[in-house]
């Protein structure tokens, strides 16, 4: 059984990077044709997916935020992680990992974390 758990700070202030991780169990982030995904939902709103990292390290970024979006990776640890820069409170959202399929399709087949809030504030 897959298993992504997020970490990171809660809590970030206006102009700063956000940086999120991914901690993945029961499964390899190496492994091909798996899209490790960071997707976020904003209150009120709809799923944003933010881009991914494939099993052989190649990254993907949604064009609507790719000048601010970084995903990398530790394979030693089993992790991927995200970074957005330059906080905004519109970037307040629950941010979820998740091993997908295919980019920007939820699937019965996929696996998600729980997700984390995370409040942009001063």
């Known amino acids: 059984q897959v298993q992504l758990q997020e970490s990171g700070p809660g809590l970030v202030k206006p102009s700063q990077t956000l940086s999120l991780i991914c901690t993945v169990s029961?499964?390899?982030?190496?492994?091909?044709?798996?899209?490790w995904s960071w997707i976020r939902q904003p209150p009120g709103k709809g799923l944003e997916w933010l881009g991914f990292i494939s099993g052989s390290g190649t990254t993907y970024y949604s064009p609507f935020l790719k000048s601010r979006t970084s995903i990398s990776r530790d394979t030693s640890k089993n992790q991927f992680t995200l970074h957005l820069s330059s906080m905004t409170p519109e970037d307040t959202a629950v941010y979820y990992c998740?091993?997908?399929?295919?980019?920007?399709?939820?699937?019965?087949?996929?696996?998600w974390g729980q997700g984390t809030q995370v409040t942009v504030s001063s």
């Open positions: 998740a091993r997908v399929l295919t980019y920007g399709s939820r699937r019965s087949e996929d696996y």
């Open positions: 029961g499964g390899s982030i190496t492994t091909n044709g798996y899209r």
